[in-house]
T-cell receptor, first 113, second 114 residues
């Protein structure tokens, strides 16, 4: 079956540090890949997506590249801010967005001033 | 900005009781999803609707859970009887046919079974 594995948290960084949250997946075929973010007290929001191999999704300074050869979709940001503190979920869609998402367990990111 | 609405936001119930959650998707969104999120885990799909039809309910515990979307708009998820292990956040999401990749999530219903 389909599955997503992401690094466990919490991840604690200082403001302006470089961020990487690792995500790898297992799926048949060619899934679409997503990062969702959940800020404290808010619902899940789509952060970025990539629908085919070598695509790069980007939004709000965050980036992730769909690497088919390593089945990975790592989330990166060059300089984090306190406002980036949230829980980040990696997810996949096996049927091009026509199915429900398979999520990882989430990574809690804490940015200290 | 249009949002997915869910109610109630919080529900406490005793085991063996019945409980129901309601979701109103973004207007015009044909696809509706119910997910369950256990504390410390990622959401897991329970059921997917396309208009009023069930597309995928393979992970729905059908002995106690039921879901309906009678007119293809809002939806109700029911648990009867509730068990202690059902304590979780129940999330509703919707997406449009034009942009199926973008699922919009509601704030969720936090269920506590005592």
């Amino acid at each position: 079956g389909n599955s997503v594995t992401q690094m466990e948290g919490p991840v604690t960084l200082s403001e302006e540090a470089f961020l990487t949250i690792n995500c790898t997946y297992t799926a048949t075929g060619y899934p679409s890949l997503f990062w969702y973010v959940q800020y404290p007290g808010e619902g899940l929001q789509l952060l970025l997506k990539a629908t085919k191999a070598d695509d790069k999704g980007s939004n709000k300074g965050f980036e992730a590249t769909y690497r088919k050869e390593t089945t990975s979709f790592h989330l990166e940001k060059g300089s984090v801010q306190v406002s980036d503190s949230a829980v980040y979920f990696c997810a996949l869609s096996a049927l091009g967005g026509a199915d429900g998402l398979t999520f990882g367990k989430g990574t809690h990111l804490i940015i200290q001033p | 900005e249009a949002e997915v609405a869910q109610s109630p936001r919080y529900k406490i119930t005793e085991k063996s009781q019945a409980v129901a959650f309601w979701c109103d998707p973004i207007s015009g969104h044909a696809t509706l999803y119910w997910y369950r999120q256990i504390l410390g885990q990622g959401p897991e799909l329970l059921v997917q609707f396309q208009d009023e039809s069930v597309v995928d309910d393979s992970q729905l515990p059908k002995d106690r859970f039921s879901a309906e979307r009678l007119k293809g708009v809002d939806s109700t998820l029911k648990i009867q009887p509730a068990e202690l292990g059902d304590s979780a956040m129940y999330l509703c999401a919707s997406s449009s046919t034009l942009h199926p990749y973008e699922q919009y999530f509601g704030p969720g219903t936090r269920l506590t079974v005592t």
